[in-house]
């Protein structure tokens, strides 16, 4: 039995900063078992928030600048992590940041260059996930749904609550998944506008009321009504959310609350849809289950056909980086770690670009 030692770095579209989490992966017959051994989170600063957050607007110069730059950033700290611990890690799996993401066009970018990584911590470095799925006309998104069929298969449903919602399920002996809409780019976009990092357990905007006009808007962006596979990001945010929200005149905790009842419409419509049975295990991961208001919200939307299953903080907070650095595993043997079913593509492939320490 071969046991694999990586860390996995996430950085989300929320913002919130960088994700590392070292990782051990156990393949028996054909079942994989996991451990996450240490898990660090690293805040980005006020000036390296926006910095990522314009480089939607950069030049190419000014954006190679940042993507090459950024990744030494990363591989400084995935330095730092593995003296920290004494980890003995065989590679690093890095989601990197997502800039750029226009499946329809044929691209997406995660900024976070994979050489500057490897070069900086002296690791074996494997990145850019998404790239050759949108190659084989994929969405290059969501990746995830891999880790929730081997490593989450006692759920029937998959959430995660980041900056987008995103939801995985088995149908038809098939892994279905795809982005449902916003989540806590909308909460953090708000709180901000009050100098708030966030509203922790959702407080504020539970003391809000419902704003009807702003519900409908929401509610009926044209992005709910298509069918999936389909996968969304900040540029859909920036076009066509943010607008509604500046347009809006109403207290802060009203927006909130009207934002978190949008939220669990979007989820629980889709997934009472989706569901084919009465009582459905459902586990939710992200920023966005620790988010008390908006948890019962979605609890009292879904009734009694879904039951809500608890994990560790720990799973909560760092399954992406989890299944990123599971993904690396499955591109290190050579097996797929995007499904077609999922994304789109002309078929599963096995993505990612490995890079040697130079």
């Not at 850019?128 to 006692?154: K, W, Y």
């Not at 419409?265 to 008390?292: E, M, R």
Request: hydrophobic share 35%; with cysteine; charged share 20%.
């Amino acid at each position: 039995m071969q046991t694999y030692n990586v860390i996995g770095l996430m950085s989300g579209t929320s913002l919130d900063g960088l994700d590392l989490a070292y990782c051990q992966f156990l393949k028996k017959n054909e079942t994989w078992e996991f451990k996450i051994l240490n898990t660090k989170s690293v805040d980005y600063t006020t000036q390296f928030k926006a910095q990522l957050k314009n480089a939607i607007n950069l030049a190419v110069p000014e954006f190679t600048e940042l993507h090459n730059s950024y990744g030494s950033w990363l591989g400084e700290q995935v330095k730092l992590f593995g003296e920290e611990h004494k980890l003995e890690v065989q590679f690093i799996a890095s989601h990197g940041h997502t800039t750029h993401h226009k499946p329809e066009k044929g691209f997406t970018l995660q900024i976070g260059s994979g050489q500057h990584i490897a070069n900086a911590c002296g690791i074996t470095t494997i990145a850019d996930f998404r790239t050759n799925d949108v190659a084989l006309g994929g969405q290059g998104a969501p990746l995830v749904p891999i880790g929730d069929m081997h490593l989450f298969s006692e759920h029937d449903f998959c959430l995660n609550l980041g900056g987008i919602s995103n939801v995985s399920f088995q149908q038809n002996n098939k892994r279905v998944a795809y982005d449902i809409g916003i989540a806590n780019m909308l909460l953090n976009y708000v709180t901000n506008t009050i100098n708030l990092a966030y509203d922790k357990n959702g407080a504020l905007a539970k003391s809000g009321f419902v704003n009807t006009e702003l519900l409908h808007k929401l509610n009926n962006l044209e992005y709910y009504k298509l069918p999936y596979p389909k996968s969304t990001g900040y540029e859909w945010f920036k076009k066509e959310i943010i607008p509604i929200i500046e347009k809006t005149k109403d207290a802060t905790e009203n927006i909130l609350h009207t934002s978190v009842i949008h939220i669990c419409d979007t989820i629980s419509k889709d997934l009472l849809n989706a569901s084919n049975k009465t009582n459905n295990s459902l586990l939710v991961t992200g920023g966005g289950a620790l988010n008390g208001f908006l948890m019962n919200t979605l609890k009292s939307k879904l009734g009694v056909n879904f039951t809500i299953d608890t994990t560790s903080k720990t799973v909560i907070e760092f399954k992406e980086a989890l299944i990123f650095a599971f993904m690396g595993v499955l591109r290190h043997l050579e097996k797929p770690n995007a499904l077609a079913s999922v994304t789109g593509a002309k078929k599963d492939s096995s993505c990612g670009v490995i890079y040697i320490p130079q």
